[in-house]
């Protein structure tokens, strides 16, 4: 996993702690409780269809809110995400490569591994 993936989850990390708040979060973040709840909102807004398609749903629980941040390059599929479940949030990350060319239907399904992992389904 590359460095600017890790990047996005402590990204996720420090934007959930600035939005409870946390001191440490509004410290690290520079930002308030109340524009970090707004960014979060964006992101669990997201439309998450097509080439943005969540890479984690698919193993977590239905109407699991999901705050995700995607992207893809040619040989890439990698994603970011706090999902909010019953036991508290959880952040996953997930890269997949291959030298043809990325798959999104294959990051999906490695992305719905992670989450049920991270969330014990």
Known sequence: MCSSDL???????????AAVPTPAG???TGIDPLRARMM????????????????FT???????PVA???GWRKQEQHGAAIA??????VIMVVLTQRAGGADLADARA?????A???VGG
């Open 7 to 17: 990047d996005m989850g402590r990204m996720l990390f420090a934007l959930q702690a």
């Open 26 to 28: 509004t410290r690290q």
């Open 40 to 55: 979060l909102g964006l992101l669990l807004t997201a439309e998450q269809v097509g080439a943005n398609a969540s890479l």
């Open 58 to 64: 698919g193993g977590l629980p239905p109407g699991t």
């Open 68 to 70: 995700e941040k995607n």
């Open 84 to 89: 909010y479940t019953r036991r508290g949030p």
């Open 110 to 114: 490695i992305g719905a591994e992670v």
């Open 116 to 118: 049920r992992a991270a």
